[in-house]
């Protein structure tokens, strides 16, 4: 009783996790391009920010 199908359904793509980012207070937005930082503004994400040097989005820090 084996039977091996063309294809063998195995997606086990679920268990992802353990990214530690937007944990814990954010200070400070940073570039990672340039190395620009500036204060972070509450209820806006560093993400959504552009470096006002080269225009990439900052990170928190
Ligand atoms: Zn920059």
């Known amino acids: 009783m084996m039977q ?4 063998g359904g195995r997606e086990r ?3 992802r ?5 937007g ?3 954010v200070r ?3 570039c990672p391009n340039c ?7 509450p ?3 560093c993400v959504n920010q552009a470096c006002p040097k080269c225009g990439t989005r ?3 820090v």
């Open 58 to 60: 900052m990170v928190g």
């Open 4 to 7: 091996m199908g063309p294809g």
């Open 23 to 25: 944990l814990g207070p």
């Open 43 to 45: 209820g806006v994400p």
């Open 28 to 30: 400070e937005c940073r």
């Open 13 to 15: 793509g679920m268990g």
């Open 35 to 41: 190395g620009y930082t500036q204060p972070h503004q």
């Open 17 to 21: 996790g353990g990214g530690r980012q």
